[in-house]
């Protein structure tokens, strides 16, 4: 008989961290002594935040797709995530920008300013090298700190993004016709559950990039154009040739991804019915034909 009884996990210790703690994870340390100590298994995991839980995001994520399909026929999913988590990334996005423009503009006039002191000793100002270089200290220390927050929080919408995600598709296959279950594989399901969703954890950890990386490519070209003068377009312009190449194995990537999931659906729908045709094909002792055909699947 399945016990009835459910665990009851730790509480997690970010939801009472105080600020100086969560700013650098304070929180974590008995988590580490503990598995120093004696490891960690299941019963040491902690209960989700209360912003992960996947009914809550799945009940959100649901009220705006049945909004935005109704406006939206195409795009209703696109739209509705964007309303949940939009603003959670744009927040992120502009204080990685203010901190990746302030790290390029100041980093290089301080070390600029340190050199010429070693290469002028007798020329430079002994107080001003020492503020370059406090300065210096300080926005490393500041960019390592947002950096580390930054991407730990673009990891957590990403994680929600996966999580209300995988809810709305557990959902829907709930409510499926017999009509729909006929048109839809296990397979299809289980992949989408599987590997679909988990491109929000790759797809959007990078994705302010796509501004920020112009951005300070300009800035770097204007900084390498004051120290170097025209030579510095040279290595610009080298590297800008390789965007039409990544281009090119963007789509061929594109392409071969679409085909491999193809070939995931096929294979896990047949592993589904061989599983549940087990009695009958051991009865007609069928094992070494399927056996080739899971074989022939999974080439």
């Not at 600020?19 to 995991?45: E, H, W």
């Not at 090119?248 to 991804?257: E, H, M, P, S, T």
Request: hydrophobic share 45%; aromatic share 12%.
């Amino acid at each position: 008989m399945e016990s009835t009884v459910q665990s009851i996990k730790k509480k997690n210790p970010r939801e009472e961290a105080n600020c100086i703690s969560a700013l650098f994870f304070f929180y974590m340390i008995p988590t580490f002594i503990q598995n120093y100590r004696k490891g960690v298994n299941r019963d040491d995991v902690y209960e989700p935040l209360k912003a992960h839980a996947s009914a809550t995001l799945g009940d959100k994520l649901e009220a705006l797709w049945n909004d935005a399909t109704r406006k939206y026929e195409k795009f209703g999913l696109h739209v509705a995530l964007f309303k949940l988590f939009g603003f959670e990334l744009i927040l992120i996005a502009v204080v990685k920008l203010i901190s990746e423009v302030i790290t390029l503009i100041v980093m290089p006039m301080c070390v600029d300013n340190l050199v010429s002191y070693y290469e002028h000793r007798s020329e430079a100002n002994v107080e001003d090298t020492y503020i370059y270089g406090s300065v210096l200290i300080g926005i490393l220390f500041l960019d390592g700190i947002v950096d580390h927050h930054a991407m730990l929080a673009i990891m957590h919408v990403c994680m929600k993004m996966r999580v209300s995600c995988c809810s709305l598709i557990y959902r829907k296959s709930l409510r499926l016709s017999r009509t729909s279950l006929a048109q839809t594989t296990v397979g299809q399901v289980i992949n989408l559950l599987s590997t679909d969703v988990s491109k929000f954890d790759q797809t959007f950890v990078l994705y302010h990039y796509a501004f920020l990386g112009p951005l300070e490519t300009m800035i770097g070209t204007y900084l390498l154009y004051r120290t170097l003068g025209v030579a510095a377009f040279a290595g610009i312009a080298f590297l800008l040739l390789f965007i039409p190449l990544q281009l090119y194995l963007c789509k061929k990537i594109a392409v071969l991804r679409l085909r491999t999931a193809f070939r995931t659906d096929e294979r896990v729908r047949l592993m589904n019915e061989i599983l549940n045709g087990i009695q009958v094909i051991k009865m007609y002792t069928w094992e070494k034909p399927f056996a080739k055909l899971i074989d022939l699947a999974r080439r």
